[in-house]
């Protein structure tokens, strides 16, 4: 019994966990929903962003333009980490990183701004 319990408790965390695709992945992910994803690149590994997989009512994903290049001329993304979030599959925000490269917003932030996508809807 409390095996059963403890996968139960795993299957919410492991579906809204961040996860690589690729771009042709891309237009299904985030047709339905809330999807977030984080235009991503081996070369600045250092700066990912670290909190996306702990966003709650979305899903997460990261997408390599190094190895998917055509992403970044398709959704304008100009440098790394840029993370856009998709409303249904169109883009509902953009967060883009400084001139370090690195991400300024919070996860704090970005949850807030999840969070009035989702309460928009009720309005």
Do not use: H
Request: charged share 20%.
């Amino acid at each position: 019994m409390n095996k059963l319990l403890f996968l139960l408790l795993l299957i919410p965390t492991t579906a809204f966990s961040q996860s690589f695709i690729k771009l042709k992945e891309l237009d299904a992910k985030k047709s339905k929903g809330i999807t977030i994803v984080e235009f991503w690149a081996s070369f600045n590994q250092s700066n990912e962003v670290a909190f996306m997989k702990d966003l709650d009512d979305c899903r997460a994903y990261r997408l390599d333009i190094s190895t998917n290049p055509a992403a970044s001329s398709q959704y304008s993304v100009m440098s790394v980490p840029t993370v856009v979030v998709f409303d249904n599959g169109a883009e509902a925000l953009r967060y883009t990183p400084n001139i370090l490269m690195q991400l300024v917003a919070t996860q704090r932030e970005v949850q807030s701004d999840i969070d009035n996508i989702i309460l928009k809807k009720f309005q």
